[in-house]
């Protein structure tokens, strides 16, 4: 691009309208204090620098000029190689990282490292998730009139989380039994496709959530509302590799799409660290978060959406691309296709 056009472009941005609001977004903290590591593909995981990670988020909220509304944090703030006799003061520690944000609340949702250190009743009262029940850990908020999120319990019906004989746990074992006959459940080995999603690291929506998924969008969808899905775990294949799925990926799309384009313009994740986008048949965008997990020292993944009445815009720190989201039109196939290709190496 010419140094005109740079300048010019610069410029128009400069001259557009501030945001509605503006809300941070980080993933996949997983502190511990153990040292540096690998995950099961050998990639790089710098346990306790996630923290400076997330600490560098918090200043970088605070001191936003446009101000930051409130952040969400989108699982796994512990990681599951923490020592079990510090997975309650390892939550407490960046649960007091989460405190030092002034600009409104912190949500939070639970992902598998989480469960895999504390029981969910335990996670749900120290990280404040506002739910009526303490084995719920989904709800709903609206910051901004006219503007709805929807925070989902990726774990609700999962075989982490609750002791090996509770009938939510028997259930899932039950059904991964019946769609991976591998005797380890967390290897995907011989499954093809989206099947590759039904290992034990993951999980899905109950049945139950489910309703309440529907009542929710109803609600917003007669209310003229535009809603925000988040989500430990993707909603869509093209958008993270297909072994980080959500189980029933496929009944809660059914949910998003079922009340009608405009109504669900996004859903945001964590969970497949290398993060993802895809714009998907009916305009929704789906991206998935970069990990701060997986930072080596200096560098930073969080970022910033700031929400406009046609856009969402992600600006991203660091490992997080910044991302685009049109809220108008949806863009041709051949656009599309382009915007599915993002982090797919």
């Known amino acids: 691009m010419r140094p005109s056009a740079t300048k010019a472009a610069a410029a128009a941005l400069d001259s557009s309208p501030p945001p509605l609001f503006s809300f941070g977004v980080i993933a996949d903290v997983q502190y511990a204090d153990i040292p540096d590591g690998r995950s099961f593909l050998g990639v790089p995981r710098y346990y306790r ?4 990670v997330l600490r560098r988020a918090v200043a970088t909220w605070n001191t936003h000029p446009g101000g930051v509304k ?41 992902g598998n490292h989480c469960l895999y250190n504390l029981p969910r009743a335990d996670l749900v009262a120290e990280l404040q998730i506002p739910t009526s029940s303490p084995d719920q850990a989904y709800y709903d908020f609206s910051p901004w009139p006219g503007y709805r999120f929807v ?20 259930a899932a074992r039950r059904f991964l039994d019946a769609r991976n006959p591998n005797h380890d459940k967390n290897s995907p080995r011989g499954l093809d496709g989206t099947a590759r999603r039904f290992v034990m690291f993951n999980g899905g929506v109950g049945q139950a959530q ?11 969808s007669r209310s003229g509302e535009r809603v ?3 989500s430990h775990l993707p909603l869509h294949p093209a958008a993270a590799s297909v072994t980080g799925l959500m189980w029933n990926y496929d009944e809660v799309m059914d949910a998003v799409h079922e009340h009608g384009e405009g109504c669900v313009v996004a859903c945001l994740a964590g969970h497949v660290h290398r993060g993802g986008y895809a714009v998907d048949e009916r305009g929704v965008h789906h991206r998935t978060l970069e990990a701060a997990l997986e930072c080596p020292p200096g560098t930073d993944a969080f970022g910033r959406v700031d929400v406009y009445h046609d856009r969402l815009r992600l600006v991203g720190t660091g490992r997080m691309a910044n991302t685009n989201m049109m809220l108008t039109d949806f863009p041709p196939s051949s656009e599309l296709a382009v915007e599915t290709s993002f982090h797919s190496s």
């Open 151 to 170: 925070v989902l319990d990726a774990y609700d019906f999962s075989a982490v989380g609750r002791p090996p004989a509770h009938p939510v746990s028997v």
């Open 210 to 220: 489910l309703r309440w998924l529907h009542a929710v969008l109803r609600r917003a």
């Open 70 to 110: 409130f952040c969400v944090n989108f699982g796994d703030i512990v990681d599951g190689f923490c020592p079990k006799d510090q997975s309650l003061s390892a939550v407490r520690a960046v649960v007091a990282e989460f405190d030092g944000f002034r600009g409104g609340p912190t949500y939070h949702m639970l």
């Open 228 to 230: 925000v899905i988040c």
């Open 49 to 52: 620098h996630s923290l400076s």
